[in-house]
């Protein structure tokens, strides 16, 4: 394994480090306050190639690798993990699955214009009756020869208006439970296809998350991703993917909190010094930073697998679970450190601390993570 980044690595890094600081931080309280989707944001995100970091030029993406993505969603979550979240999906859940699974025409007809960012896409799996208990699938795809009907209803879906593709998985044959289970391109527009209210969130909430509707929606034969019944398969294996680019996002948020509040520790002065001079608080930074390096290190081991080639659906789970546990407990005390600050919103801290709660929820609970893990070493 090495993780010595090269000279490429070091320049994507750089370029969504300054993307963050000069067009992500302006603005971004207000964002978050008003749960303004970022739209001029995402634009010059897609101008820059941050939405197809992993897709081949062949389809207008950036051919670049995981390490690479990793490090991108790092440093723009450190900012803002509402504009992270965006590219995260588009980039990990929809275009890497329309590349690996999808048809040629379905990548000319989608993934150029995804991985471009000229259209932005959304990932729909979760549903009412099926969160975590991903196989039990309600929303029905009836396959009536030449196209599929679809119905039911999908909710949590990020992107969920700003998107013009989304992905959806469906039940075709109840019969076979998760063999019967299909994954389908959707556009936006299409005649029964209804985007439903936004949600008001705790955190992350320049991200759009709504429910969306699907009444008697036609979606032709040619718009299903793989073999009949390769569904489930595709969602799971996509997320496999999807949690290593989560993990990175609550690095980034960890390591966002951790550089404020050691920041502020040496600038605000309690009992006649800078407090980063009373040992409770040097304390403090040392244990963040010790445990934001620890889950760097899982967050490029998961990157490292998937770009060697790799399974990366333990690793992956791995980086996830431990990352948002530390972007958790590393937010929670950067507030501590910043007192009173850092209970409001000009100071980030309590932003950042709002947001890391989502990456132990999405793409799979931590308690789901712990299933894939223990699974994957007791079948080992
Ligand atoms: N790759 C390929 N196949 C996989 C797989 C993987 N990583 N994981 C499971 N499968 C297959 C299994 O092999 C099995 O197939 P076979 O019967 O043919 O062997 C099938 O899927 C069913 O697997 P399980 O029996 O393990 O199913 P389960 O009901 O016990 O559930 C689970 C497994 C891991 C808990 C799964 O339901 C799960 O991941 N749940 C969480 C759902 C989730 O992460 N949702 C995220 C939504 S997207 C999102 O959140 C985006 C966002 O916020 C930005
Ligand atoms: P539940 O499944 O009801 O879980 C409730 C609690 O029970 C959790 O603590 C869970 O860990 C625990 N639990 C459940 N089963 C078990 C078990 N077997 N063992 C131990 N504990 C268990 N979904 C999408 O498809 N696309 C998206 O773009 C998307 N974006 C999202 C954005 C936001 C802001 C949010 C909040 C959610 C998003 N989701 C999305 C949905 C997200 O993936 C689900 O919320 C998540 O998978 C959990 O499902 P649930 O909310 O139904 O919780």
Same mark, same amino acid.
């Given at each position: 394994?090495?993780?010595?980044? /090269?000279?490429?690595?070091?320049?994507?890094? #750089?370029? $969504?480090?300054?993307?963050?600081?000069?067009?992500?931080?302006?603005?971004?309280?207000?964002?978050?306050?008003?749960?303004?989707?970022?739209?001029?944001?995402?634009?010059?995100?897609?101008?820059?190639?941050?939405?197809?970091?992993?897709?081949?030029?062949?389809? &207008?993406?950036?051919?670049?690798?995981?390490?690479?993505?990793?490090?991108?969603?790092?440093?723009?979550?450190?900012?803002? $993990?509402?504009?992270?979240?965006?590219?995260?999906?588009?980039?990990?859940?929809?275009?890497?699955?329309?590349? +690996?699974?999808?048809?040629?025409?379905?990548?000319?007809?989608?993934?150029?214009?995804?991985?471009?960012?000229?259209?932005?896409? $959304?990932?729909?799996?979760?549903?009412?009756?099926?969160?975590?208990?991903?196989?039990?699938?309600? +929303?029905?795809?009836?396959?009536?020869?030449?196209?599929?009907?679809?119905?039911?209803?999908?909710?949590?879906?990020?992107?969920?208006?700003?998107?013009?593709?989304?992905?959806?998985?469906?039940? /075709? #044959?109840?019969?076979?439970? %998760?063999?019967?289970?299909?994954?389908?391109?959707?556009?936006?527009?299409?005649?029964?296809?209804?985007?439903?209210?936004?949600?008001?969130?705790?955190?992350?909430?320049?991200?759009?998350?709504?429910?969306?509707?699907?009444? #008697?929606?036609?979606?032709?034969?040619?718009?299903?991703?793989?073999?009949?019944?390769?569904?489930?398969?595709?969602?799971?294996?996509?997320?496999?993917? &999807?949690?290593?680019?989560?993990?990175?996002?609550?690095?980034?948020?960890?390591?966002?909190?951790?550089?404020?509040?050691?920041?502020?520790?040496?600038?605000?002065?309690?009992?006649?010094?800078?407090?980063?001079?009373?040992?409770?608080?040097?304390?403090?930074?040392?244990?963040?930073?010790?445990?934001?390096?620890?889950?760097?290190?899982?967050?490029?081991?998961?990157?490292?697998?998937?770009?060697?080639?790799?399974?990366?659906?333990?690793?992956?789970?791995?980086?996830?679970?431990?990352?948002?546990?530390?972007?958790?407990? +590393?937010?929670?005390? $950067?507030?501590?450190? %910043? &007192?009173?600050?850092?209970?409001?919103?000009?100071?980030?801290?309590?932003?950042?601390?709002?947001?890391?709660?989502?990456?132990?929820?999405?793409?799979?609970?931590?308690?789901?993570?712990?299933?894939?893990?223990?699974?994957?070493?007791?079948?080992?």
């Amino acid at each position: 394994m090495d993780f010595k980044l /090269t000279e490429e690595h070091l320049m994507i890094r #750089d370029a $969504a480090r300054d993307f963050a600081k000069n067009e992500l931080l302006p603005g971004v309280i207000e964002r978050d306050e008003k749960q303004l989707f970022p739209t001029e944001q995402v634009k010059k995100m897609g101008e820059l190639g941050f939405l197809g970091m992993m897709v081949s030029p062949e389809y &207008g993406g950036g051919g670049m690798d995981t390490v690479s993505y990793v490090l991108a969603m790092e440093e723009l979550s450190k900012i803002d $993990a509402s504009a992270s979240v965006i590219v995260s999906v588009n980039n990990s859940l929809v275009c890497w699955g329309l590349e +690996t699974f999808g048809t040629e025409e379905q990548k000319q007809k989608y993934l150029t214009k995804l991985a471009t960012g000229e259209s932005i896409g $959304a990932f729909c799996l979760s549903e009412p009756e099926a969160g975590s208990d991903a196989t039990s699938q309600r +929303t029905t795809a009836i396959d009536k020869g030449d196209h599929y009907v679809l119905n039911g209803t999908k909710n949590w879906i990020t992107n969920g208006n700003s998107a013009d593709y989304y992905l959806v998985i469906a039940q /075709t #044959d109840r019969e076979k439970k %998760h063999k019967g289970i299909n994954a389908f391109i959707v556009e936006k527009g299409w005649e029964g296809f209804e985007v439903g209210p936004k949600e008001q969130k705790l955190g992350i909430r320049g991200s759009d998350t709504h429910t969306l509707n699907f009444n #008697d929606v036609k979606v032709p034969k040619e718009n299903r991703i793989g073999e009949d019944g390769f569904g489930f398969t595709f969602a799971m294996k996509t997320l496999s993917g &999807g949690r290593i680019g989560i993990a990175a996002q609550a690095l980034g948020i960890a390591s966002g909190a951790y550089e404020l509040a050691r920041e502020y520790s040496k600038i605000r002065k309690a009992f006649g010094t800078e407090i980063c001079n009373h040992q409770a608080i040097a304390f403090k930074l040392a244990d963040m930073y010790t445990e934001i390096a620890a889950a760097r290190h899982l967050v490029m081991q998961a990157a490292w697998d998937k770009d060697m080639g790799n399974n990366y659906d333990m690793s992956g789970a791995m980086a996830k679970l431990y990352a948002s546990k530390v972007a958790m407990d +590393t937010t929670v005390e $950067a507030v501590q450190i %910043h &007192g009173g600050n850092g209970y409001v919103k000009e100071y980030h801290v309590e932003r950042l601390m709002r947001d890391a709660k989502i990456t132990q929820i999405y793409e799979g609970t931590s308690e789901i993570q712990k299933i894939v893990i223990s699974r994957g070493l007791l079948r080992d």
